[in-house]
């Protein structure tokens, strides 16, 4: 009964960023439910911050309220086209990393070059986790 009890508060919740941490403290870095941004280690008293700063946090209340009066279901993901524009170029720059340890591997590169082009994939997919 408490597992549904628990299924049902989350539901609510627009984010995977904005779920309550629960049983990990100083474990994993934590980091704002809005930028992404890591957010400062603090004390063991008290609520966790969800948000980096009040902008954040303020963003974060405006696109749930937004979720909430344009009847999206709640696990709803609303972006505006630059940021589309953006996730797009990303997603782009990903395949383009990809593509080239391909032609690399190939070709017969030798192994530091592999390793070089497998960094820069790393980072570009590394960036594009970050969505804001």
């Given amino acids: 009964m408490s597992d549904n009890r628990a299924a049902q508060d989350t539901s609510a919740i627009t984010s995977r960023d904005e779920l309550p941490s629960r049983g990990r403290r100083g474990s994993a ?3 704002c439910g809005w930028c992404g ?7 063991t008293v008290g609520r966790r911050r969800r948000y980096c700063g009040h902008a954040c946090r ?4 405006e696109r749930r309220t937004a979720v909430q ?3 999206l279901p709640a696990d709803a993901v609303v972006l505006s086209e630059t940021e589309v524009a953006a996730l ?3 997603l782009f720059q990903l395949r383009c990393a990809a593509e080239d340890i391909v032609t690399a591997a190939r070709e017969g590169a030798n192994p530091e070059e592999l390793r070089s082009l497998a960094d ?4 570009s997919a590394q960036d594009l986790e970050r969505l804001r």
Wanted: zero cysteines; a positive charge.
């Fill in 29 to 31: 870095p934590e980091h």
């Fill in 37 to 43: 941004r890591r957010l400062d280690a603090q004390g």
């Fill in 58 to 61: 303020q963003r974060a209340y």
């Fill in 69 to 71: 009066r344009g009847g």
């Fill in 88 to 90: 797009q170029d990303r």
């Fill in 120 to 123: 820069e994939l790393a980072r």
